[in-house]
């Protein structure tokens, strides 16, 4: 699961659904365009709700992970329109994963000559 936090609250979501809405956002503001769209939330007793978000240029929101005793929230056809979305805008999708890649290990050393 994963948390959006946006101006004054946040919202817990499934973590497909909550990347695949800052992709969307992010290929929204590169067109200096906007959308409103509503995703399933995870409600503080386990009822599911939804949010209903305002995406453009002036979008600030964060995610983070959150583990939930309840179960992930998961809309594929949500997911993969936001995908589609953001694909037609012209912002590839980026996989993410836990795994460090070569520049992530790239040791830069640099020499300062304080004289």
């Known amino acids: ?13 499934g973590t497909a659904i909550a990347q695949s809405l800052l992709r969307f956002g992010e290929a929204l503001a590169r ?9 399933p939330t995870r409600q503080a007793d386990g009822a599911v709700g939804s949010a209903t978000f305002l995406l453009g240029p002036a979008s600030q929101m964060v995610t983070e992970s959150e583990s939930s005793p309840y ?5 594929d056809a949500l997911v993969a329109s936001f995908e589609r979305e953001a694909s037609l805008i012209g912002v590839p999708r980026v996989q993410i994963d836990d795994q460090p890649t070569a520049a992530a290990e790239l040791s830069v050393s640099l020499d300062v000559d304080e004289s």
């Open 1 to 13: 699961m994963e948390r959006i936090h946006y101006v004054d609250g946040s919202v817990v979501t």
């Open 31 to 39: 067109r200096q365009s906007s959308a409103t769209v509503r995703i």
């Open 71 to 75: 179960d992930e929230l998961i809309d």
